[in-house]
Nanobody, 120 residues
Framework: QVKLQESGGDSVQTGGSLRLSCVAS????????LGWHRRAPQREREWLAT???????HYAEFVKGRFAISEGNTANTLYLQLNNLKPEDTAMYIC??????????????WGLGTQVDVSS
């Protein structure tokens, strides 16, 4: 089972930016996809973005224009650039990996997350 390690979370003020990283313990496999989710206190986990098996990014509507997903040169590193952060972005940001079924990513492996706190 692959292990995913996130980093880059921090405390920032409104309008600030962060770059989150996720390193997988294994190189990517065929038909794989990688993505980011977040969980805020007393809220359901939210899907944010996915990089599919063709390296095409997909985003939740509410993060388009502010967040950007990308991969590193080694195929086992994933990034999430967070821009113009707002207090409501405060959450644990979680990396995940799965397989692409042609329509969406079926996530099977999850990291523990990195905490982002945004103050007003």
């Amino acid at each position: 089972q692959v292990k995913l390690q996130e980093s880059g979370g921090d405390s920032v003020q409104t309008g600030g930016s962060l770059r989150l990283s996720c390193v997988a313990s294994q190189r990517t496999i065929s038909n794989r996809c990688l993505g980011w989710h977040r969980r805020a206190p007393q809220r359901e986990r939210e899907w944010l973005a996915t990089m599919d098996s063709a390296d095409t990014p997909h985003y939740a509507e509410f993060v388009k224009g502010r967040f950007a997903i990308s991969e590193g040169n080694t195929a086992n590193t994933l990034y999430l650039q967070l821009n113009n952060l707002k207090p409501e972005d405060t959450a644990m940001y979680i990396c995940a990996r799965g397989f692409w079924n042609g329509r969406e990513c079926v996530f099977t492996d999850w990291g523990l997350g990195t905490q982002v706190d945004v103050s007003s």
